[in-house]
């Protein structure tokens, strides 16, 4: 889980965005936000984006940011019988994929909202969809072998 603020407002007040990514199948889940999202606000959208279509994992990766690190979380988690594993910020080794799929997404945003910087929160399902169908390269390396 990540988010991506800075945003343009649009028209619900949303500058931000909920980033949820399955590090294993690589499916991405977008929510629109605002900056002032609360840590219940983010379980919701947990819930409603994520949980909903997929149940819920047997980990969590969060790069510490202040609405993960609230006794909300520790309890929902010791509740569901999930476990918090906690991540330096931009530290590629644990959470590269999520970095990865941010800066993508920042750019096709870019992209599509040129013309119309705050209808961004419109195009996420387009944006989403995307995201979940494009075509991943495997880089191997002989070393590896």
Known sequence: MDFIFELPADARGHTGILVFL???????????????VTALQAAQGFVDNVFRHHGLPEVFVSDRDPRFVFHFWQHLF?????????????????????ERVNRVLEDILRSVCAAESTKWSTLLPQVECALNNAVYRLRVSLRSM
Not at 22 to 36: G, I, N
């Open 78 to 98: 010791c509740l569901l019988g999930t476990r918090l594993d906690m991540s330096t910020a931009d530290h590629l080794q644990t959470n590269g994929q999520t």
């Open 22 to 36: 399955c590090r294993l199948s690589k499916m991405v889940r977008l929510a629109a936000a605002r900056k002032s």
